[in-house]
């Protein structure tokens, strides 16, 4: 099992990003629907059943929260002034927004910036807005909002392996909230974290490796919105404003939307494929960022219990007394029949015929053969 521990951030200090690997697990957890985020993280564990110590680790923690009673109406400049509202979107204070009735889901992305308005340890926020509920009626609008945050921590993992297969459960995660206004003064800024232990040395995160990553991410999670609409049907798939188009089965979704980006894709359909797709989604965006940072070169092995199975036979002597005991009384008897035959000076017939051939004769016939026999010994 491999940490990703202080040395390691060295590297961030210094201003190294693998961003392939990085893109790679941001992919994987993005798209790849498979519920296992952390199944390509290092281990190794020969037995298939192991155990490791509590241990705690850099890592990326995922937070949603509800921003649907904060939605209000929206119409742009001119529009709806004759009370009609058709045509109006919705709107939440954080600056997210539905353009119009048409836009059935939008994804606005915010990365912090050098003012100071998220917390340092940020790396983007994401507002997700609908108009249909996911237990709704199709054509029912029902709007809905809900934003996500995805930051640097430190997590407290407990780990186990059993029959081949890791289980990873998060025990404690530590956050760093602090707003730091990177205009004031010079300097690095790099990001501070500090574990459970207070009297340890704190993580420390390079700024250059935060914004290198907070600039990947304002191009990939570009703001987007998925259509369904009749005028959009005749649009092309080339144009430049709708590049993705599917034909989706899930639910009152169903039919041929339009979206502005796969990534958008992605979250409409984990939105309407489970109940919670969205915290679902950006948790396996989390974890996968957390298996990228404890695969990367330089990090601390976590030395665990390999555990083996060894065969541990328990005599249980009370089912043997019954055989047991047969074969001694079996003993016993032949032995007490060899006694008795010795001491009556029986003779051994075992090897004579005269047994078979006297069987079932008559009284009369035997003791006349046994009177033959007893004149023939005294001759």
């Known amino acids: 099992m491999f940490r990703n521990d202080k040395n390691q951030i060295s590297q961030y200090a210094a201003g190294y990003v693998p961003i392939l690997p990085l893109k790679a697990v941001v992919y994987n957890g993005l798209f ?7 199944a390509s993280l290092p281990l190794i564990c020969q037995s298939g059943n192991c155990t490791w110590e509590p241990f705690e680790t850099l890592a990326a923690c995922s ?3 509800s921003l649907t009673p904060f939605i ?15 045509t109006c979107g919705w709107q939440v204070p954080q600056g997210a927004r539905l353009n119009s009735s048409q836009d059935v889901f939008s994804l606005t992305s915010f990365v912090p910036s050098a003012f100071g308005d998220m917390p340092h340890s940020a790396m983007m926020r994401l507002i997700f807005m609908g108009t249909e509920s996911q237990n709704g009626q199709a054509g029912e609008t029902n709007p809905w909002a809900l934003q996500c945050t995805l930051q640097a921590c430190i997590q407290t993992v407990s780990s ?5 297969t890791l289980y990873e459960n998060i025990t404690d995660s530590k956050l ?3 707003i730091i206004d990177m205009t004031r003064g010079s300097g690095d800024y790099p990001v501070y974290l500090s574990g459970s232990d207070a009297q340890q040395e704190p993580y420390q995160l390079s700024m250059g490796a935060m914004l290198s990553i907070r ?3 304002s191009a990939l999670f570009a703001n987007g919105s998925a259509v369904r609409t009749a005028d959009a049907f005749t649009r092309s798939i080339t144009d ?3 590049a993705v188009v599917v034909n989706l089965t899930v639910g009152i979704s169903s039919g041929e939307t339009f979206f502005d980006s ?6 409409y359909w984990n939105y309407y494929e489970y109940s919670d797709g969205l915290r679902m989604l950006m948790s396996d965006l989390a974890v996968s960022m957390t298996t990228a940072f404890r695969g990367f070169n330089g990090v601390e092995s976590i030395q665990g219990k390999s555990l083996t199975l060894e065969s541990y036979v328990h005599v249980r002597w009370g089912f043997a007394v019954f055989p047991i005991s047969v074969v001694i009384f079996t003993a016993f008897f032949l032995l007490l029949a060899i006694y008795r035959t010795r001491q009556s000076q029986t003779i051994l017939w075992k090897n004579s015929a005269l047994a078979i051939l006297f069987y079932g004769i008559d009284y009369v016939t035997r003791t006349q053969h046994e009177v033959v026999e007893v004149v023939n010994k005294k001759k």
Do not use: H, Q
């Open 160 to 164: 186990k392996v059993v029959n081949g």
């Open 240 to 242: 430049a404003d709708r």
């Open 63 to 65: 937070n949603c929260a």
């Open 32 to 38: 790849a629907e498979n519920g296992r985020p952390a």
């Open 176 to 178: 760093n909230d602090t």
């Open 215 to 217: 600039g990947w991410f």
């Open 262 to 267: 796969d990534i958008v894709t992605a979250f």
């Open 72 to 86: 209000r109406r929206y119409c742009e400049s001119g529009t709806g002034m004759d009370g009609n509202l058709s």
